[in-house]
């Protein structure tokens, strides 16, 4: 489970990172104004996203026919050239126009390595758990992309306090790429020695994704249905609220990245609980309910960040990031049971990468630019919640057909 789940620490570590680190580095790639650059900032945070559903296909191929093992240390892999790649990169006043141009390389690589990475691990702790425990066991997903996300709190955090913001905008804001890019050869050689789950074992007959594609359509689409709300969440409460309040709302950078942190610790401790009671009230009543919980919370909150103070801002984060990981501990065990196990990572990841370009990695540049519109953009959010309590509440006959679908040795 650890090797597993250590690339969903170092995928919300990064993109965390990435959404904290922006307002520090991006005048260094983009020149102009501070509010200028972090929008080009973000503009190539959605662009890596755009990239995911080709590394979806790949990667969600490579697991489906050889095995989950090699589709996770290869994707760690590459995450780690794209991190260091990150690290080492001169700003534009050394190598110009050069410099922007490799930042968007090292946001494709990653997006690719990405796109892949959280279906296969995923994927690999639904099968790994016991049938009535799956849901707990993927909620320890969720525990590692909060672990990640504290860490770059933290780091950051650590780094403002002891040396100042002015020290990250000189090149101190390199040095939390250099951990994720140790961080990345160690899970590698840690994925290597894990064992092959029995639905990851490659198949006697060769997959025939080509052949299958209308049978599995029905099922991609609930994917999509089901993640899009919670990535669109999941963003707007954990990557966008950092460099929204800093530079729109103008409170103080410690107590805004500190929050964050405490925001982390509280997403981490309800994972768990709301794993286990998704495995008893079930997991698509359970997605449908909090979808709904999240969509009339949303408007109230946003107003209320707004025009938030320090105070107020801690204790919306805290709310918000509890309100997320509803969705997020349950999300992925929701996911794995409507998807065939035969095709079960390429199912889960072309849809989630397809939805995470569209919904997710452009929140934080949407609620940047609508900041003046906070009502509208609320409105938008609560219209993708909508869509996944929907799509739980029709989903679920879909549970018995692909069981029904899939070999008497998987069901067993």
């Known amino acids: 489970m650890t090797a597993s789940s250590a690339g969903a620490a170092l995928e919300s570590y990064e993109w965390s990172l990435y959404a904290l680190l922006v307002t520090y580095f991006s005048p260094r790639f983009f020149g102009g104004d501070l509010h200028q650059s972090v929008l080009y900032g973000f503009g190539l945070f959605a662009v890596g996203f755009l990239i995911r559903p080709i590394g979806a296909v790949v990667l969600g191929q490579l697991a489906d026919r050889r095995g989950r093992r090699p589709a996770l240390v290869l994707s760690i892999g590459l995450a780690g050239v794209a991190t260091l790649g990150m690290a080492l990169t001169p700003g534009r006043e050394t190598i110009g126009i050069a410099a922007p141009v490799l930042l968007l390389v090292w946001r494709l690589v990653l997006g690719f390595s990405f796109g892949g990475e959280q279906a296969v691990a995923q994927a690999y702790l639904f099968e790994s758990s016991p049938e009535k425990r799956r849901m707990l066991g993927t909620s320890v997903y969720s525990i590692f992309y909060g672990l990640g996300t504290i860490t770059a709190n933290l780091l950051v955090a650590g780094l403002v306090t002891a040396a100042g913001p002015d020290a990250l905008r000189d090149g101190y ?53 089901l993640t899009v709300g919670s990535l669109a969440s999941y963003y707007l409460w954990i990557s966008a609220p950092t460099s929204y309040a800093i530079t729109v709302l103008k409170l103080p950078d410690g107590q805004v990245l500190w929050a964050g942190v405490v925001a982390q610790l509280a997403y981490m401790a309800a994972a768990p609980v709301f794993g286990a009671l998704a495995d008893r009230l079930g997991p698509l009543r359970w997605v449908a309910g909090a979808s709904v919980v999240l969509a009339v919370a949303t408007l109230p909150m946003q107003v209320l960040l707004n ?13 918000g990031s509890v309100g997320v990981v509803t969705l997020a501990a349950t999300i992925t065990g929701a996911t794995a049971m409507v998807a065939p196990a035969r095709h079960r990572v390429t199912v889960m990841a072309l849809p989630y990468s397809i939805t995470s370009a ?18 509208l953009f609320s409105i938008y959010i609560i219209a993708l919640l909508l869509v996944t309590a929907v799509t739980a509440l029709v989903s679920r006959p879909l549970l018995a057909k692909a069981a029904a679908a899939e070999p008497a040795s998987v069901r067993a």
């Open 358 to 375: 569209l919904f997710g990695g452009t929140t934080p540049a949407l609620k940047q630019k609508f900041a003046a519109h906070p009502a």
């Open 173 to 225: 804001w390199r040095i939390p790429f250099l951990v994720a890019a140790v961080l990345s050869l160690i899970f590698m050689l840690a994925r290597r020695g894990i064992p092959e789950t029995r639905d990851g074992d490659p198949h006697e007959e060769p997959v025939r994704w080509g052949r299958e594609w209308r049978a599995l359509l029905v099922p991609g689409l609930a994917v999509a249905g």
């Open 307 to 319: 025009s938030a103070t320090p105070l107020t801002y801690w204790v919306l984060m805290v709310l």
